[in-house]
């Protein structure tokens, strides 16, 4: 699967984005589509996921009640829509494919077998 994330860009705290993910080629209904944010000088952190089958949804903490992931089939689009924006949420965020997805090691990056490009998005205080 082939991803391309797009999106990204400046926002002011409070204020919002929201990020697209497309996938070209098929995605099983055992996978999940997730979103990962990597800060200047830190590790790649896990945002959010949601799996192609039964759209559950899943969320760090960091996120949670701000971030909301969503996914169009007919599109093969996730999105990641992002209010409240803080300056910590500056990152280059990466959308990421797991083909056999099991909740349990959705923080770990290193099981996703598929990466998007990365978008920039920096929130200025």
């Known amino acids: 699967v082939q991803l391309q994330a797009s999106g990204g860009g400046l926002v002011q705290a409070g204020g919002f984005l929201r990020l697209s993910c497309t996938a070209s080629g098929r995605i099983f209904s055992r996978s999940a589509l997730a979103w990962f944010r990597q800060a200047p000088g830190k590790e790649r952190q896990f945002v959010s996921a949601?799996?192609?089958?039964?759209?559950?949804?899943y969320y760090a903490d960091s996120v949670k009640d701000r971030f909301t992931i969503s996914r169009d089939n007919a599109q093969n689009t996730v999105y990641l829509q992002m209010n409240s924006l803080k300056p910590e949420d500056t990152a280059v965020y990466y959308c990421?494919?797991?083909?056999?997805?099991?909740?349990?090691?959705?923080?770990?990056?290193?099981?996703?077998?598929?990466w998007g490009q990365g978008t920039l998005v920096t929130v200025s205080s």
């Open positions: 990421a494919a797991d083909r056999n997805f099991d909740p349990r090691t959705r923080y770990n990056w290193k099981v996703y077998n598929d």
């Open positions: 949601i799996t192609w089958g039964t759209s559950s949804t």
